[in-house]
């Protein structure tokens, strides 16, 4: 099921944004892993927090203490919550999905982006200085 993002935006330095993520057409969560990541143009999409369907959360450590991955199942939607947000950090965001397993961010480096069969548009995050 194709994933739909929102929430992107200019912030300033230190400030804070709200991404969020569902699956189009009204589709749900089952049984899965779900991750953003994000890219800068020219370099390669990497992953900043992972959510399984048993409730494990997994972040990098860049964003550690800053951003928070969280699910509502209610109404079937991840969120990637940011904070401190650095200039550094202005990029496209993505919500991915796959089956679930190796779900944890050290498995999911390693896996690289072939494993994710479900991806959104992506939206822009831009941090201004």
């Known amino acids: 099921v194709p994933l739909v993002e929102s929430g992107g935006g200019s912030v300033q330095s230190g400030g804070s944004l709200r991404l969020s993520c569902t699956p189009s057409?009204?589709?749900?969560?089952?049984?899965?892993?779900m991750a953003w990541f994000r890219q800068v143009p020219g370099k390669e999409r990497e992953p900043v927090a992972s959510a399984d369907s048993n409730g494990a959360l997994s972040h990098a450590n860049s964003v550690k203490d800053r951003f928070a991955i969280f699910l509502d199942d209610t109404i079937h939607t991840l969120y990637l919550h940011m904070d401190s947000l650095q200039a550094v950090e202005t990029a496209k965001y993505y919500c991915a999905a796959k089956a679930p397993g190796e779900c944890m961010m050290a498995s999911v480096r390693r896996g690289g982006l072939t494993p994710w069969t479900n991806w959104g548009q992506g939206t822009q995050v831009t941090v201004t200085s």
């Open positions: 057409g009204g589709g749900t969560f089952s049984a899965y892993c």
